[in-house]
């Protein structure tokens, strides 16, 4: 079956509903959007979270922001996790739901935020998955010399040289490249621009690519790095299945997908040099914290070397 390689259209997101609740919701979603001019994932993950406590609160005959009590909220959080929902995603609805009641206070003067005290239950932190350094050289083999091989060659070396996000490869458009320093300027979470180095490796593959790049046909898309074959600005869900199948293609055990080659690159970064920040700074983290998870990977890997190679550390063979 073939993958497709065509931009995903669209969806009108839905309403929210008629009540007071409602309609203060979509002030503040409209706010986001307006102002914050965040982008349209978070803003459809805000209004999920938002319809969710709207569906709650009208089931408790609550129709009004101002009728919300902290109790409400806490019945909210508890009725997700009886839903099996993860820690991490009712701690997402909790933190959509103060930023709201944070809206209402300073728009509409509600002083008391009924979300502030409540948490949600913990959870271990997962780590994120990521590739050795063989598997990395084996998944990025890729076979041919046509434009879609040029353009997904280019695509995952971009990804792995420089520790993109998704989002930020989609968005990136040809003046963004920097040749003669290889570097390269992208625009992460909050509209923060960062300059990266990319590897000679991968820069030698986008060099493949723009060499067949076609002239895209949609007007948007004129300056975009990577497109389609249909010649619009090539999509996110596009790029996920194309690499889903290279993974596929070149034997790997699991599905491989952006975050993991930007988890990777991250991983080995860090094992090779040891430097915290310039990690962080590459990944373009907010926080440290953030970047701090990809030392418990390094751990590990040290770990089953000092397994492997200290005296006193194998076990010890029986008379």
């Not at 979270?49 to 009590?69: E, N, T």
């Not at 590739?131 to 280019?154: I, N, P, T, W």
């Not at 300059?195 to 030698?204: Q, R």
């Not at 998870?293 to 492997?308: M, R």
Request: with cysteine.
């Amino acid at each position: 079956m073939a993958i497709p390689d065509t931009a995903q259209a669209q969806v009108e997101e839905p309403g929210l509903g008629n009540s007071e609740l409602a309609h203060s919701a979509e002030q503040f979603l409209d706010y986001l959007r307006d102002v914050r001019q965040l982008s349209p994932h978070t803003l459809s993950s805000y209004r999920r979270d938002l319809k969710s406590l709207i569906a709650f609160c009208k089931s408790q005959k609550i129709h009004a922001p101002g009728r919300i009590g902290d109790s409400d909220i806490r019945q909210w959080a508890a009725a997700l996790h009886r839903r099996g929902l993860a820690g991490s995603s009712i701690q997402r609805s909790l933190s959509a739901s103060r930023s709201f009641f944070n809206f209402m206070g300073r728009m509409h003067g509600q002083r008391h935020n009924p979300a502030t005290s409540v948490q949600a239950p913990r959870q271990s932190r997962k780590l994120p998955k990521t590739l050795d350094a063989d598997q990395v050289s084996s998944y990025l083999k890729f076979d041919g010399e046509s434009m879609v091989a040029r353009r997904d060659h280019a695509i995952a070396e971009l990804f792995y040289s420089s520790g993109l996000r998704l989002a930020e490869l989609v968005a990136l458009d040809i003046e963004d490249l920097d040749m003669g320093s290889l570097l390269i300027t992208v625009t992460g979470k909050g509209n923060k621009t960062r300059t990266v180095p990319i590897g000679s490796i991968a820069m030698k593959a986008i060099d493949s690519w723009l060499a067949v790049r076609p002239e895209p046909l949609a007007k948007e898309a004129v300056n975009a790095l990577f497109i389609s074959n249909r010649g619009s600005r090539i999509s996110a869900r596009n790029i996920q299945a194309r690499l889903k199948l290279q993974g596929r293609k070149s034997g790997m055990y699991q599905d491989v997908h952006p975050h993991m080659l930007r988890h990777s690159f991250a991983s080995h970064m860090l094992e090779s040099s040891g430097d915290l920040r310039a990690v962080q700074e590459l990944l373009g983290h907010a926080n440290i914290s953030t970047t701090q998870i990809y030392t418990h990977l390094d751990f590990q890997h040290l770990a089953k070397v000092y397994d492997s190679a200290h005296p006193r550390a194998k076990r010890q063979k029986k008379d």
